[in-house]
């Protein structure tokens, strides 16, 4: 869309990111200011229908993390109101924010997902679940990471040592969603990968260094997540702000990087995402394989995001990540018809 | 370049250069800030200010209760009455006429205080600032309560300072404990700056030092030379049983002579007894403390604001029925948090029953509250505010590991009506039971059992060290306390 049209910005919400979503709304606005849009920010609350039908913008800019910003649910409802929005579908969406699908998902094309089992907890009190935990634990090994299949950030991700460890982690990951996945740990270095769409269509930043080809999906350089203490079992405290230093470009072979790169691509388009999406991996320590954890629809756009980070250390500053964000508004319709 | 981040050879210098960019602030951050972190858990609190929410996490009084045409009339009386002053710097040790006011609160509580050896702060929360800033060096110790107020972690914290956590019982910091950390730290080399304990009505464990352990700590700070900081936003605030003497007022009576302690500094505030949108709070301290107190002061904020210190003074002018009108605003005041608090403690009898242990706080804002040891409060709270819109604080905001106290969680009782206590309790209690439940079935099935089992021995060690904090009276406060008393 070009400059002087109405962006407004989704953040906030009532989500467990709401924090993280209201500084990455305010980053976002503000490069949507410098870019020349007129500029609303809303704190997603219950009158978001009526302030978006009353509004009317041009676009919905989605910096809405956590559960209604990246589940589709948002998506949806601004498809029903018909105002156009940036980044991924709903299906994408749905897709990328249950881990549990996406990881079925990539198991059944072959992309390489540490090994896993889902569990509902209804299906304890009602299915007996509880029996299965044990062929569960036989069958991944242990230690093992228990995660809420639906929570965007670190919160509720649990670690188990040891076999007496795992009902308690259960029981913590199940306080942030009632489905959750079991996952084999994959020891390593943490990569996260970022996919901006390169289809520049409406995109109206001067200089922009990057290509401007239309090539559809391309991989930012590689982001690598170091802890700063070495304790690999504290996966709550190695997400915290000043426990974690980033290294972008990560240090890597060329052909590592490569890898990783191609992958992140691969699930991009697996999963049907739009615009932009974050790809989190690991690279075995053991074997030098990559595993695909988990996409994120709605990366966090705060200044010490890892997209940011990434763009930036592909010559796209974050005024022009802003603009090719943007941009995703206006070609959702095309690219999907074109993929199939 | 169009296609970004091919490989660690084609990267140009100047894409280096702007990566750097990203970091110029993270390497203009001092090791202190540093040090600061956001965590999950804070995060997640910052949620409980929601207004769909029930939040028994504030530390709030009740500020509804104040009569609006006394505020209205008091403001208007500072206004036409001292227009410049209140709109002028004052003093950094704060107007006299607000000295004269603390004099009177700490005289209520039994403790005479030389004006001459107080300063006015902005809210009880400088108190522990300044105290900081003007003892500790990185890597100084600190000995506090565990769990301690949460508000002070951070501050704490930010001047890198480590934190010996002494755990309570249901007479406070065992003393005989606080001696053997002491010792410990002494074969170490290291003595620690100050004691920080709150002797009243704890925030968060809501427990009160007993009349011998306040004693015994004074002969230990004595013996020492050892500061302690005695934080007592709350000692007016009691409901029940008899008054018990400061810890300052002990070590006055143990110099004799003019009537001063020489090793405690004291910290009161207004923000409890009237308001803590005034940020009014004082120090009582040695006079060499207390001009290290008054430099870090004037380097923080000059002086606390003359507009709420002249609103307090004309306060204190007010008569009441019998009786100054402050002390009968302090006794609707007891009135009504002791109804609250009977309520609450009503509503965890009803809702929490067996699946927890709580503190029966004769005063203050706060009972804290301990479930069984496989629950995380803080996994807790996120279900519990998701599912129930319901708030409290977790545990672990009170201990500076942020891991230990995990399966308590403080509940305010005085800031929010009846209804909101019964309903809030009733909502937690709720999630309480269904993961109790799912962790039943989760071990029920044999081989989990065994596996419990074998975490039952593992943490027979952790068991006995928190013997002290199963002890915390739950339903016969008296009994825990005669065990306790030396």
């Known amino acids: 869309m070009s400059a002087g049209g109405r962006v407004a910005v989704l953040k906030g919400g009532p989500s467990l990111e709401r924090q993280v979503s209201l500084r990455s709304g305010a980053h976002a606005q503000e490069a949507l200011e410098r870019l020349g849009h007129e500029v609303l920010g809303l704190d997603v609350g219950a009158d978001l229908v009526p302030v978006l039908r009353a509004e009317r913008p041009d676009v919905a800019f989605i910096a809405l993390h956590g559960r209604d910003g990246e589940n589709g649910t948002l998506q949806a409802l601004l498809e029903a109101i018909a105002i156009p929005y940036t980044g991924s579908g709903p299906a994408a969406c749905a897709r990328c924010t249950d881990k549990a699908l996406a990881k079925y998902l990539m198991r059944e094309v072959g992309i390489p997902t540490p090994d896993f089992c889902f569990l509902r907890e209804e299906s304890i009190k009602q299915l007996g679940a509880a029996a299965a935990v044990e062929d569960i634990e036989d069958r991944l090994g242990l230690p093992l990471v228990v995660k809420p299949a639906r929570q965007g950030s670190a919160l509720g991700v649990k670690f188990a040592r040891a076999s007496e460890e795992l009902p308690g982690a259960m029981v913590g990951a199940f306080s942030y969603d009632d489905r959750i996945v079991l996952e084999r740990y994959v020891k390593g270095r943490d990569l996260a990968v970022s996919v901006l769409d390169n289809s520049l269509d409406g995109a109206t930043s001067a200089a922009a260094p990057g290509g401007r080809e239309r090539g559809g999906p391309v991989a930012l350089p590689v982001v690598e997540a170091v802890p700063r203490e070495e304790d690999f079992y504290d996966y709550e405290s190695r997400y915290e702000i000043g426990m974690t230093t980033f290294v972008c470009p990560a240090e890597l072979s060329e052909q590592t990087t490569a890898r990783a790169q191609r992958l992140a691509v691969d699930v991009y388009g697996l999963l049907g995402c739009h615009g932009v999406a974050r790809v989190d991996l690991m690279l075995a320590e053991d074997d030098d394989e990559l595993w695909v954890l988990e996409t994120n629809v709605v990366p966090g756009m705060t200044e010490t995001s890892l997209l940011p980070q990434a763009a930036d250390a592909a010559g796209i500053g974050f005024d022009e990540l802003i603009a090719r964000v943007l941009a995703s508004s206006d070609t959702r319709a095309a690219p999907v018809a074109a993929r199939l | ?486």
Request: aromatic share 6%; hydrophobic share 40%; net charge negative.
């Open chain 2, 1 to 486: 370049m169009d296609r970004p981040g091919k490989g660690p050879g084609e990267r140009s210098s100047r894409t280096r250069a702007t990566a750097h960019e990203l970091a110029r602030y993270e390497a203009l951050f001092s090791a202190r800030t540093r040090a600061m972190k956001s965590s999950a858990m804070r995060e997640m609190m910052a949620l409980t200010e929601r207004p769909d929410v029930i939040s028994l996490a504030g530390g709030l009084p009740d500020t509804t209760t104040f009569d609006p045409e006394l505020y209205a009339k008091l403001m208007a009386h500072v206004a036409a009455g001292s227009t410049a002053r209140a709109l002028q710097y004052g003093p950094t040790e704060g107007m006299a006429a607000t000295v004269d006011c603390i004099v009177q609160v700490m005289a209520a509580e039994g403790t005479s205080v030389d004006p001459q050896e107080i300063i006015v702060t902005t809210g009880g929360q400088q108190v522990i600032d300044l105290v900081c800033k003007a003892l500790i060096d990185p890597g100084d110790v600190i000995v506090a309560e565990a769990p301690t107020y949460p508000g002070a972690v951070p501050t704490f914290g930010a001047y890198q300072a480590q934190v010996a956590q002494i755990e309570m019982d249901g007479d406070g910091m065992p003393i005989d404990e606080l001696e053997r950390t002491l010792d410990r730290l002494a074969a170490e080399g290291r003595r620690p700056k100050f004691i920080y304990t709150i002797p009243n009505f704890q925030n968060p464990g809501g427990v009160t030092m007993s009349l011998p352990r306040r004693r015994r700590l004074v002969e230990v700070a004595r013996e020492r030379e050892l500061l302690v900081l005695e934080d007592n936003p709350y000692g007016l605030l009691r409901y029940e049983g008899d008054p018990l003497p400061t810890l300052y007022s002990l070590d006055a009576q143990a110099v004799g002579g003019r009537g001063a302690a020489d090793l405690v500094i004291y910290l009161g505030t207004f923000s409890k007894i009237l308001s803590p949108g005034l940020r009014l709070g004082w120090a009582v301290a040695p006079r060499p403390v207390l001009e290290k107190l008054n430099l870090g002061k004037q380097g923080a904020d000059l002086c606390s604001s003359p507009v709420t210190q002249l609103f307090v003074a004309a306060y204190f002018a007010e008569g009441g029925t019998e009786q100054p009108r402050w002390l009968d605003y302090l006794d609707s005041l007891r009135a009504l948090y002791r109804r609250r608090r009977d309520v609450m403690l009503e509503a965890l009898g009803e809702h929490f029953g067996e699946h927890a242990r709580w503190t029966q706080p004769q005063g203050g804002l706060f009972i804290w509250a301990t479930l069984d040891d496989r629950i995380d409060t803080t996994d807790l709270l996120a279900l519990a505010q998701e599912s129930e819109r319901v708030a409290f604080v977790p545990g672990r905001a009170a201990y500076m590991d942020g891991r230990s106290g995990s399966s308590s969680m403080r509940l305010n009782f005085a800031g929010v009506p009846d209804e909101d206590i019964r309903e809030g309790v009733r909502r937690i209690g709720k999630v309480v039971r269904e993961q109790v439940g799912l962790y039943g079935s989760l071990t029920g099935s044999s081989r989990a059992a065994r596996a419990r089992r074998g975490q039952e021995q593992a943490s027979a060690g952790e068991d006995a060290e928190l013997a002290d904090v199963v002890e915390l009276p739950r339903r016969e406060q008296g009994a825990a306390r005669r065990r306790r008393d030396q």
